[in-house]
C-alpha cells in the first residue's frame, strides 16, 4: 500500500510539474463512448496539440459548447476532408456521439492529445 502512495505521488508531482512547463491538463472520462480502451473514472494526462497532430489512431479531447469528450481520430484530413477537419468515433459504437452521427470535427475543436492514464494506479498506460 505504501508502495502505490509513493507511486502516485510521484505520478502526481510529474504531472504537475509537466503541466506547469508546458499545456497539460488533466481529463476524468465520464460514460462509455471509449469502452474497452477507457473506462467511466478513469483520469487521462492531455497534452495540448503540436503541429502535425492530431494524427490517425491518436486519443483527442474534444470540446464542444457543455463539455468536453474523448475520442480516437479515424481518418485525418486525408483530401475527402477539408484540411482542418477530422473524422472521430467512440470505441464503443453504441453508446458514441461522434462523426458517425455529427459528422467531421473541426481541429480548432480539439485541445488536446490523450497522452497516458494515471488513474486507477492498476490500470496506468501510456498513449
Known amino acids: 500500500?505504501?508502495?502505490r502512495v509513493g507511486i502516485a505521488a510521484a505520478v502526481l508531482g510529474v504531472f504537475a510539474?509537466?503541466?506547469a512547463c508546458t499545456r497539460w491538463f488533466p481529463v476524468r472520462?465520464?460514460?462509455t463512448s471509449m469502452v474497452p480502451t477507457?473506462?467511466?473514472g478513469d483520469f487521462l494526462?492531455?497534452?495540448a496539440l503540436r503541429s502535425g497532430e492530431p494524427r490517425a489512431e491518436q486519443l483527442v479531447?474534444?470540446?464542444t459548447a457543455d463539455r468536453?469528450?474523448?475520442k480516437r481520430v479515424v481518418h485525418p484530413h486525408d483530401g475527402t476532408l477539408a484540411t482542418d477537419e477530422y473524422w472521430v468515433e467512440g470505441d464503443n459504437a453504441e453508446a458514441s456521439t461522434d462523426s458517425r452521427t455529427d459528422g467531421p470535427v473541426l481541429r480548432d475543436a480539439i485541445v488536446g492529445v490523450v497522452r497516458a492514464r494515471y488513474k486507477p494506479l492498476r490500470s496506468m498506460r501510456r498513449f
Open 1 to 3: 500500500m505504501r508502495r
Open 17 to 19: 510539474v509537466a503541466r
Open 29 to 31: 472520462v465520464e460514460g
Open 38 to 40: 477507457l473506462l467511466p
Open 45 to 47: 494526462a492531455v497534452r
Open 61 to 63: 479531447v474534444i470540446r
Open 68 to 70: 468536453e469528450v474523448v
